[in-house]
């Protein structure tokens, strides 16, 4: 592979900070303390170039393009969000059961799946697949399909993985005032799971730093969203349903997130101050 690694020499101020930041030490400093890549036979990963364009990023004049980018293009640290305000949108994130019959813009769907490439992975291996239903008709069709798959098991004494016939029923009584009518996927419009090669990297990790992302993203942009852990454990005993998402037999996910317009919004965060217990380790 050719990692396309440029210098502007008109640039460079000979800081030799690119190559500080390069953790495979494939950016080397010449006699005239100048950046260049070495030869490293066009390898990815730690014997080569792992393409996390750190030294683009921290390059202080932006003298150094790699992969095509320019890095004009990149967003500017001014250009990040304040910490009162990322704190605010963490407080202001609730999960959404009440959605609205209504199509998310592919574009904007599209637009969070690229940002949420940024998200921190084991070793910048960058191996996160998205599986997605980014279509509300085939989301309709789905929805049916695994429902009614459902409903003729728990008639057969099926249940859901780890759910037995009382929690089941439990869920069964929620489903109309909790889920509108649907406890699989509470009416979300739209579905996308996050999965990666099982034994490559930290794959189990990596999935879920993903999804979590994502829902940030999603409620920044207004979205609600909901982790389907109910329909994870029905899936499991529904093969021919978790199937039809097409997901890689050795591939690993833990979760599925529902995503679509809230039928209701919250008008405000909540305050959650001193609900989970912090260890501090004062003497070693």
């Not at 190559?19 to 100048?34: R, W």
């Not at 260049?36 to 921290?58: E, H, P």
């Amino acid at each position: 592979m050719d990692f396309n690694f440029k210098l502007d020499d008109s640039k460079c101020i000979g800081c030799g900070v690119c190559a500080k930041a390069c953790l495979t030490d494939a950016i080397l400093i010449n006699e005239y303390k100048k950046p260049y890549m070495k030869d490293i036979g066009g390898k990815i990963g730690w014997q080569g170039c792992l393409r996390c364009q750190r030294c683009m990023a921290i390059c202080p004049t932006g003298a150094i393009s790699i992969l095509g980018k320019n890095p004009n293009n990149s967003y500017a640290i001014t250009d990040c969000a304040t910490p009162e305000q990322l704190e605010a949108l963490i407080a202001c994130r609730r999960t959404c059961r009440s959605y609205q019959h209504k199509q998310v813009d592919k574009v904007l769907i599209a637009r969070m799946l690229k940002s949420v490439s940024n998200a921190p992975n084991g070793s910048c291996n960058q191996l996160v697949e998205f599986t997605i239903i980014d279509d509300i008709d085939v989301m309709d069709s789905f929805r049916k399909m695994a429902y009614d798959q459902m409903v003729a098991l728990a008639l057969r004494g099926i249940y859901p993985y780890r759910f037995s016939k009382g929690e089941y029923e439990q869920m069964k009584t929620w489903e109309n005032t909790k889920y509108d009518g649907d406890m699989l996927f509470a009416t979300a419009p739209h579905l996308l799971v996050a999965h990666a090669p099982i034994n490559r990297g930290e794959w189990i990790t990596d999935v879920n730093i993903a999804l979590a992302y994502f829902e940030l993203l999603l409620a920044a942009n207004g979205l609600g969203s909901i982790y389907l852990g109910f329909a994870m454990a029905a899936f499991e005993v529904m093969p021919e349903i978790k199937a039809k998402l097409n997901i890689p037999e050795n591939h690993f996910f833990s979760s599925m997130l529902g995503f679509g317009f809230p039928n209701y919004k919250f008008k405000r965060g909540v305050q959650r101050d001193g609900v989970n217990k912090i260890n501090i380790i004062e003497n070693i």
